[in-house]
């Protein structure tokens, strides 16, 4: 069974702070994504990352593939009170091994509530 | 580009009463839909999907159903709903090579 473990599951950091979430997964992938959750709402994609040592970055967030470890990392730098929200990893497991294609059948992590305190 | 369009936003239904949340896709063709719950602090757990009209694979044991009447149609139902019903519901698709995408979500509260 493929398991999708976030950690950790909530952070609280003062403003100008940085740090990391970690997302392990336990079967083979190369396609892994990066949302974000507002309270009470839908999620919003932040990153696709769709090969062994893909990095992307997007204002203070960066995010980082390694298939081999099968773990991916959200770095957040001089965290800002914006960035309270909670995030998400998730892996189509069926991208890997059955030629190309999301199937969308993804397998989300528990998910980190991050909160940027002022 | 492809968009779900789902609702309500917001439901509060009573111990026992039936359930029909729907949701419709625009902008693309055959999408691979899913229905996923989230409960209070959790992740999100995918409860069924549907490659095709009619198509429905259920992930999890449970007191809900779901149906594919069209191709573009998914339709979550329950006869009679539990306090443990109770969370966020989204409806994804997603299409071979391209993201996923994602309704707007229904908050469900059983009282």
């Known amino acids: 069974e493929l398991k999708v473990e976030q950690n950790p599951l909530f952070l609280s950091m003062q403003e100008g702070k940085n740090y990391t979430i970690y997302c392990n997964y336990s079967?083979?992938?190369?396609?892994l994504y990066w949302y974000r959750q507002d309270p009470g709402k839908s999620l919003e994609s932040l990153f696709v990352?769709?090969?062994?040592?893909a990095v992307k970055q997007e204002g203070r967030l960066m995010a980082s593939l390694d298939t081999k470890a099968r773990l991916s990392t959200l770095h957040i730098t001089a965290a800002v009170h914006d960035l309270s929200a909670t995030y998400f990893c998730?892996?189509?497991?069926?991208?890997?091994?059955?030629?190309?294609?999301?199937?969308?059948?993804?397998?989300f992590g528990q998910g980190t509530t991050l909160q940027v305190k002022p | 580009s492809q968009t779900i369009h789902q609702w309500p936003a917001t439901l509060v239904q009573p111990v026992g009463s039936p359930l029909s949340l729907e949701c419709t896709v625009e902008?693309?063709?055959?999408?691979?839909l899913y229905w996923y719950r989230q409960a209070a602090g959790r992740g999100l757990q995918l409860l069924f999907y549907?490659?095709?009209?009619?198509?429905i694979s259920s992930e999890v044991p449970q007191n809900l159903s779901a149906s594919r009447p069209q191709d573009r149609q998914f339709i979550l139902s329950s006869k009679k709903l539990l306090l443990s019903d109770s969370g966020f519901y989204l409806c994804i698709g997603a299409r071979m090579n391209t993201e996923a995408f994602f309704g707007q979500g229904t908050r469900l509260t059983v009282v």
């Open positions: 902008g693309t063709s055959n999408p691979n």
């Open positions: 998730a892996v189509d497991p069926y991208r890997a091994g059955y030629g190309s294609g999301n199937t969308g059948k993804l397998i």
């Open positions: 079967t083979t992938s190369d396609r």
């Open positions: 990352l769709l090969s062994n040592g």
């Open positions: 549907s490659v095709g009209i009619g198509q």
